[in-house]
């Protein structure tokens, strides 16, 4: 069995305060005696009487806690002057408390002396650590530190470091059995059948550059990127007198991008320009500023309980709801910080007992199976209950919750003076909220100034390299239609037509006539290729298998030693990018009437004889370059060319089309047509031509038209 009691007194006067506490929880307790507690208090009580009078109720109790920035739970409500009593009881679940002093001084040794003294008399392995520890003048993130590395691997440390209201300078204190205490680290050290839960919400949204941590020692950051500390935050924020609590650092684990934790800044040197974040950051680390607004951190709190970390809640009825909230959620949620918890009782399970308190930093791991570790600006959840608890509630569970005795605040003098103090307490704080959200009010404009600037000038600069780049690609196009031919060849025994359209500035479509000297003019080559992909990359491509073309064509070799000599040094380009280039190499002896050719993946050539009106297409084996470097091509041969016989090749642009006059959108298109002399080409495609059907028609020269993409 394990049960948890909580009660909350809100009130001026502090034995007034803890009846009412106590009250509530001896009426959850049914006269179980608790084995251990948490107390959870506003900084203006008499602390030592609320652990007097605790232990003189439950003798021997093990009892930790703190002071607060303002207490939640179930049972009251928010408040920013109560206690809150947090009573465990079990049979089967071994509590015990220990405490490290003087943590200033050595917060690992600290750690090690409060862990000691818990595991004395333990019964088993510990499961859980609920720390407190001091964050002032001690370095909390030394404890958690200590901790991961003395505890078991399955025992996770969370808690919260110990607060106060921001507008009262006092020390923050711990309590221990019945000392309170400054400077000292109490933890409760769970062992037994106990399971747990956990979520955390982490509201605060990353803004502006990644920035590198240049210069910092522990908690003083010096240098951010180029700039100091300091002038890293007033570039985006503008000059401010105070530390700007609201606009913590996102810090990212080395090699992680996707998680961060939160570091707020507490306080800044003005001369070295350095400021004092709560926990260290190394240098090398990866920081950017972060901003937050209600709205979010209320979304985002409903989100992380929607998102268990672990998936098997449903089989399991935990005894009572653990939450650890950063003092600065509270002071930007102002007038909204009850309805924190209003979510938090809207969606955990129904009754289920809620207590926490407003923290200066948060102890949890980042996700199940992390290491524990110091956050801030977060609010962490935890839940705790027997491991073999069912969902099923107990009967004198159900129902409505019992009403309890209130202790009765009479109408003396000294009553209703107490009172109106405590009215007059509660305004002067709304007046230091005040000030606080309207300081906060003018950092966020300031941000929005800033961000508004840099719009503005992202945007002239966009414009300004938009500008450029349209220059640079009418230089590459301008470059990359001087490599294709300016004009058809003449030949004394063909007619020639050639046309290329780019769908865009630069492309991949090419085309290429090699004329051979040595062959008295009778040998024409003929190239056509297609680059997979548009733009840039493509037309680099394109030169690139030009240049190799051209100068391995004028070497000795067949046509299939020729092509696949360039498929190799293109497959070498290529490696691994997943682009390719079809081509189809034709070579024309008209005075033999002799063809030869090499298809490369590319769509066969079409030769047309219009005395017979039939169609034959140049096919041939072969993969596009750039695919495989050991491919062999094969080289085709065909005789039989007779004067009035075209030949036409193309790309993909022409076929793609969809109507009769029409370009096919992001497609670039090559055409070429041969005409052995005297030429003939009909005005419309013949029936039974898909391959030219859907091409419009362009006159070239008095002898020839051609379809074009």
Known sequence: MFKVAIGQGEDVDTQSAVDTALVHC?????????????????????HALVLAEIRRRFPGIELVGCTTGGEFSSDFGFSDDSVNVILFCSDTIDIRAGVGRQASGDPALAAESALRQAREGQSGPEKLCIVFPEGIVASPEAVVRTLNRMLTPQCPVFGGVPSRHYEIPAP????????????????????????????????????GMKATVTESREYEIRRIGDKRALDFY??????????????????????????????????????QGSIFFSGSIAPGTAVQLTEVTRERILADTHASLLKPERPDR??????????????????ILGTRTPEELEILVKLLPPRLP??????????????PGDISRLHNCTLVTLLL???????????????????LPVPHRGETLEQLDRENHFLRKKLKRSEHYRERLERNKDLSDALLKKINRDMK?????????????????????????????????????????????YSSATGGDYYDYIRFPQSDGQRLDVVVGDVTGHGIEAALLMTTARAFLRARTFQPGSLAQVVTDVNRHLTADLYETGRFMTLFYLSLDPVAGRLAWVRAGHDPAILLDPATGRFQELSGKGIALGVDRNWHYEEKHWSGLA??????????????????????????GAVNSFAPTPAWMPRTSPPGSPRTSTGSEKARNPKTTLPLS
């Open 385 to 403: 209950g027997e491991e073999n608890a069912m969902t099923a509630m107990d009967p004198d569970e159900a129902g409505a919750a019992p009403q």
């Open 172 to 207: 923050t204190l711990q309590f221990f059995r019945n000392e309170v205490l400054e400077d000292a680290v109490p933890l409760l050290l769970f062992s037994g059948p106990l399971r747990h839960d956990f979520s955390i919400s982490n509201s605060w949204k990353p803004i």
């Open 314 to 331: 449903a089989d399991w009825k935990p005894a009572v709801a653990l939450a650890f909230s950063c003092a600065t959620r509270k002071q």
């Open 354 to 367: 809620i207590c926490g308190f407003y923290t200066f930093g948060e102890l949890a791991p980042l996700h």
């Open 26 to 46: 001896q009426s959850q307790l049914k006269g179980l005696h608790p084995q251990a507690g948490i107390v959870l208090s506003s900084i203006d009580f008499d």
């Open 457 to 501: 000038r992202a945007h002239r600069e966009i414009k300004r390299k938009n500008s450029l780049l349209r220059k640079s690609l009418a230089l590459a196009n301008e470059i990359q239609l001087n490599l294709l031919p300016q004009q058809d060849p003449f030949d004394e025994y063909l007619d020639i037509a050639g046309k290329i359209i």
């Open 643 to 668: 004067p009035g016989q075209i030949i036409f090749i193309g790309t993909d642009g022409i076929w793609e089309p969809t109507a009769p006059g029409a370009t096919c959108s992001g497609k670039n």
């Open 234 to 271: 007033r570039y985006y924020l503008g000059a401010h007198r105070y530390p700007a609590l609201e606009f913590p650092l996102a810090v990212y684990d080395q090699g992680d991008t996707g998680h961060f934790y939160i570091r707020s800044p507490g306080d800044y040197d003005e001369n």
